[in-house]
């Protein structure tokens, strides 16, 4: 299994657009192959998002991050972050 943590900050005005867009993709990450597990988690404290990955293994991770539909979403997505998201990888 890999679990992916990823911390986002949206830029100001942007976290719920942001949560949104998440949420629209959560749907589509689960449905693919090798999904287990996608959440999108809000800070109660603060505008930061956190997403929560299971993936059952890197071959899976990998084709999803490779995915045209993918990429064009993190396009999408940087026009919202105030920075780059902080991405760690459980093994």
Avoid at 30 to 46: K, R
Wanted: glycine share 4%; net charge negative.
């Amino acid at each position: 299994m890999h679990i992916i943590t990823v911390v986002i900050t949206p830029a100001e005005g942007k976290k719920d657009a942001y949560v949104e867009m998440l949420l629209q993709n959560d749907k589509a990450a689960l449905a693919e192959e090798g999904c287990v597990n996608f959440e999108v988690l809000t800070y109660p404290d603060s505008d930061k998002i956190m997403l929560f990955e299971v993936w059952q293994s890197e071959e899976a991770l990998k084709k999803h991050v490779s995915d045209p539909a993918f990429q064009a979403k993190q396009a999408e997505q940087k026009k919202l972050a105030a920075g780059p998201a902080e991405v760690k990888v459980w093994q």
